[in-house]
């Protein structure tokens, strides 16, 4: 059974920082590409940042750039998304997502508010 698990989300002040995890099972985690993309309430879910199978390659959403590091663990099946400097218009529901082809999944998704 294919499991994507997002961790790490809660509530921190403008200006605090925020590590999530996505953890992956029942799938060749080191063969997909990981995302991490956002949805806030109202509005569409984005893009914010995609890392290559490797880890080589990274790419990020002008939104976060400079702000936010994604990282992955191929040997433990995890991906990270490290965020800084954080505003209230960063506060969204954080989803992962891994992909190959035409295989797709998604996780559930873990909450970060940004407010005082």
């Known amino acids: 059974q294919v499991q994507l698990v997002e961790s790490g989300g809660g509530l921190v002040q403008p200006g605090g920082s925020l590590r999530l995890s996505c953890a992956g099972s029942g799938f060749t985690f080191s063969t997909y590409f990981m995302r991490w993309y956002r949805q806030a309430p109202g509005k569409e879910r984005e893009l914010v940042a995609h890392i290559s199978s490797s880890g080589d390659s990274t790419n990020y959403a002008d939104s976060v750039k400079g702000r936010s590091t994604i990282s992955r663990d191929n040997a433990k099946n995890t991906m990270y998304l490290q965020m800084n400097s954080l505003r209230p218009d960063d506060t969204a529901m954080y989803y992962c997502?891994?992909?190959?082809?035409?295989?797709?999944?998604w996780g559930q998704g873990t909450q970060v508010t940004v407010s005082s």
């Open positions: 997502y891994a992909a190959r082809f035409q295989t797709a999944y």
